[in-house]
T-cell receptor
């Protein structure tokens, strides 16, 4: 099976712009989670989608949003980018909502100038 | 809220030796899962080992084993016969078995250096 894929791998944006990141889960996996990884804050949970519904949300401002499509692919969007949004954004998929380990993608490195 | 603590920001081990990475967590739940993930430099995060809280037996995967102490809420990772490829950031993670608010909680990570 192909692993979790994320596009693009690298992205440079300027403050105030918006960005959309994409994640394709492992075939058959219906749960997709998003994390922000920074040196200072570590891995922080953004949100989780299951069967096109947001099931759980972390403590991030409303500028961070996401969605999941019927084929389980997911996108996350960040509007009005701030310098502090520079991070590695990781997507992870799992077969179900609870208990299962999550399989991570390579991440999208976002730099905000 | 569940929290995961890794008290060792950095660890170092000689090749072929054994090293133990520490992890403690805080929860009031009885049913949950614990994980150790490895993130090599500029590479993908991969699962090293998984432990179900209801199982008393410690999980083992080849050179990797855990010491799960449920009462003490401790979940350490032992790496035997360390190899250069083991050098990475290691993250301990907790996930509740009870949905729906069961996002995975990660510790701050331990950077492991393997010396030849």
């Amino acid at each position: 099976k192909a692993g979790v894929t994320q596009t693009p791998r690298y992205l440079i944006k300027t403050r105030g712009q918006q960005v959309t990141l994409s994640c394709s889960p492992i075939s058959g996996h219906r749960s997709v989670s998003w994390y922000q990884q920074t040196p200072g804050q570590g891995l922080q949970f953004l949100f989780e989608y299951f069967s096109e519904t947001q099931r759980n949300k972390g403590n991030f401002p409303g500028r961070f949003s996401g969605r999941q499509f019927s084929n389980s692919r997911s996108e996350m969007n960040v509007s009005t980018l701030e310098l502090g949004d520079s991070a590695l954004y990781l997507c992870a998929s799992s077969p179900a909502l609870s208990g299962n380990e999550q399989f991570f993608g390579p991440g999208t490195r976002l730099t905000v100038l | 809220a569940q929290t995961v603590t890794q008290s060792q920001p950095e660890m170092s081990v000689q090749e072929a030796e054994t090293v133990t990475l520490s992890c403690t967590y805080d929860t009031s739940e009885s049913d949950y899962y614990l994980f150790w993930y490895k993130q090599p430099p500029s590479r993908q995060m991969i699962l090293v080992i998984r432990q179900e809280a209801y199982k008393q037996q410690n999980a083992t995967e080849n050179r990797f084993s855990v010491n799960f102490q449920k009462a003490a809420k401790s979940f350490s990772l032992k790496i035997s016969d360390s190899q250069l490829g083991d050098a990475a950031m290691y993250f301990c993670a907790y996930r509740s078995a009870q949905g729906p608010l069961n996002d995975m909680r990660f510790g701050a990570g331990t950077r492991l250096t393997v010396k030849p």
